[in-house]
Nanobody, 124 residues
């Protein structure tokens, strides 16, 4: 079992930065690929970024590439999403998730565990 708790959301101005954290419980955290997804009002939840447990490979959605950075601190069982150069279209509820897959992590289906989500609002 893995429990995930996000924090760090809030209000930012366009061009600003926020860092989201996702604290995980469970001794097997290091064996899970960690992903970030977001859902804006009236839209489907979409993939944002992921870091695989095998080798630490990272992948990003095209819309955030070059602006967002995913990282993890295994000693703290925490994964982070550093969000820079924020845009109003980044406004959404951001959720972290965990999957044992180290390759199929771009969609929701492989993820076994989800956090409750944290709101990010970017004003223009």
């Amino acid at each position: 079992q893995v429990q995930l708790v996000e924090s760090g959301g809030g209000l930012a101005q366009a061009g600003g930065s926020l860092r989201l954290s996702c604290a995980a419980s469970g001794r097997t955290f290091r064996l899970y690929t960690m992903g970030w997804f977001r859902q804006a009002p009236g839209k489907e939840r979409e993939f944002v970024a992921a870091m695989s447990w095998r080798g630490g490979r990272t992948d990003y959605a095209d819309s955030v590439k070059g602006r967002f950075t995913i990282s993890r601190d295994s000693a703290k069982n925490t994964v982070y999403l550093q969000m820079n150069s924020l845009k109003p279209e980044d406004t959404a509820v951001y959720s972290c998730a965990a999957t044992p897959s180290d390759s199929d992590y771009y969609t929701e289906t492989p993820y076994n565990y989800w956090g409750q989500g944290t709101q990010v609002t970017v004003s223009s």
